[in-house]
């Protein structure tokens, strides 16, 4: 068995990636470089009924030059365009694939292996040529950068395969990001989060990437560090923000868009929570960039807007449907927002693919060990007081007696999605019993905030479009803000009743 660990990168097919490499990269990097060139051909396998797939393993079979390989690849990690999977592989006389050679501990108990083997489908090929660069540097660290590029292919469609990997053979793995960051001064670059067969898998199922909704708690134990839960929370909001870019570039469906911008926010939020105890400069620095790339993608919240009153699905859908100049007013705002933007621009910026590579590497550079040794406690010391002082803020921003109006809970908003997001970080850290119940109206009121950000978007846009019936829209979102009212005003009352799941 071989522990594959390897940083993939996507570049753009049209450049000249080997020239940069090797007239740009390679004469900086003071190793020595054996350069190889290969053509790959892969077969990747798997039942009708994706049960290689369900158990998260990859199958292939690997032709060059009248050899081949069959590799079988277990459940790994991937965390912000690092991947870490086992790998197993086996030498064969032809292209035919056979389950039974591996080694029977490699599979999962309860696997059938012979039944598998007698099920076993070719999903889809890929077929690249690679550039290897093998690596050797002075301190021991040994390295593989390799340049591919060819298609991934099905019967019917075809994707492009255009990506640099280094794979570590040797050393520690923030040597890998340390070539990164030399990379990506030289070429534009992103972080590639799917492998070359989750892209296949999708092609040969007629899939598209779906944007996702944030999980209710990130996964942490008692016993964990401050350091462990701090770059959990790390890879976890880059993961979701690199997800959605993927999301965005391959479908543009306006959803993931937000959860870029959700993305960027998870991370911003998981620094500011940390920063106090771990007192880092280069955190600080991390989320001063974090904070331009929100304002970069703060117009995320009026394209939204936009999509809400517009969405057939959506909670206005009755009446505005009505009015077909106002929609198409909307339309044209949204599409004004994309044009103005340019979201795909914003997604290829070398400042962001440079600053999602120091946040990647933070779980290996642990520039905060150099300070106090705060990062050593056990997050759950923490925890508590993290939790307890985010919702006395709020629990003072929206007092129980107090009667809120539509732009106080507006105004209240950042407070309590900072709040909700502290929550999703640590309240793995406690007994389950209570802490959806408690949880719960505080997610319908944000529900709520985002319906009144749309209606009191419709008001503004009233203002200035040219629309027959305005004045009676205007009255028709007066009254559709005064039922939302009523609704948060009932769950604020039962949220702020609530006993705290962490005492």
């Not at 990506?184 to 999708?202: D, Q």
């Not at 134990?221 to 999301?247: K, M, N, P, S």
Request: aromatic residues 8%; hydrophobic residues 40%.
């Amino acid at each position: 068995m071989e522990t594959e660990i390897e940083l993939k990168l996507l570049v753009d097919a049209n450049l000249d990636v080997v020239s940069l490499l090797e007239q740009q990269l390679l004469p900086t990097l003071d190793a020595r470089c054996e350069s190889s060139r290969l053509a790959l051909s892969n077969r990747y396998f798997d039942t009708p009924d994706k049960r290689l797939r369900a158990l998260d393993i990859g199958f292939r079979v690997r032709g060059q030059d009248g050899r081949f390989v069959q590799t079988v690849k277990t459940a790994g990690q991937s965390a912000g365009g690092l991947h870490q999977r086992p790998e197993y592989n086996v030498a064969l006389e032809d292209q035919h694939p056979d389950l039974t050679r591996f080694d029977p501990a490699i599979w999962p108990d309860g696997v059938q292996i012979d039944e598998l083997q007698k099920q076993l489908r070719a999903l889809f090929t890929t077929h690249f040529h690679r550039q290897v660069y093998l690596l050797s540097f002075e301190d021991g660290t040994v390295m593989e950068l390799v340049f591919d590029k060819g298609q991934i292919a099905t019967d019917s469609h075809q994707l492009p395969i255009s990506e640099i990997e280094i794979e570590l053979k040797k050393g520690q793995v923030n040597r890998l990001f340390d070539v990164a960051d030399k990379l990506s001064e030289i070429i534009p670059l992103r972080l590639g989060t799917l492998s070359k067969a989750a892209r296949g898998y999708l092609l040969s199922e007629g899939q598209e990437l779906e944007p996702r909704e944030l999980p209710d708690f990130l996964d942490l134990a008692r016993e964990d560090t401050v350091e462990t839960a701090f770059c959990r929370t790390i890879r976890y909001g880059l993961a979701y923000w690199q997800y959605h870019e993927e999301c965005y570039l391959s479908t543009e469906k306006p959803r993931a868009l937000r959860g870029i911008y959700t993305g960027i926010h998870l991370v911003s939020q998981a620094i500011s929570l940390y920063l106090p105890i771990l007192q880092c400069d280069r955190l600080l620095d991390l989320q001063h960039s974090l904070m331009e790339q929100m304002n970069d993608w703060f117009w995320c919240d009026t394209l939204m807007g936009i999509k809400t009153l517009r969405s057939k699905k959506g909670p206005f859908r009755k009446r505005l449907a009505r009015s077909e100049e106002l929609l198409s007013y909307l339309r044209g705002r949204f599409e004004g927002l994309l044009l103005r933007h340019e979201p795909r621009q914003l997604i290829r910026r070398k400042c962001n693919s440079r600053l999602q590579l120091e946040l990647a590497a933070l779980p290996y550079r642990l520039p905060w060990r150099t300070g106090n040794q705060a990062w050593q406690a056990p997050v759950v010391e923490h925890a508590k007081g993290w939790l307890a002082q985010g919702w006395f803020n709020v629990s003072q921003s929206m007092p129980r007696k107090k009667k809120m109006g539509a732009q106080h809970y507006l105004s209240s908003e950042p407070l309590l999605r900072q709040t909700l997001f502290n929550g999703l970080f640590l309240a793995g850290l406690f007994a389950p019993e209570h802490r959806d119940q408690f949880r719960a109206p505080w997610l319908d009121i944000i529900d709520g905030v985002e319906e009144l950000k749309a209606l009191s978007l419709l008001k503004s846009e009233l203002e200035v479009a040219q629309v027959q019936d305005s004045e009676e829209l205007l009255a028709w979102s007066k009254d559709k803000v005064t039922h939302l009212l009523d609704v948060m005003e009932q769950s604020r009352k039962a949220a702020l009743k609530m006993e705290p799941y962490w005492k």
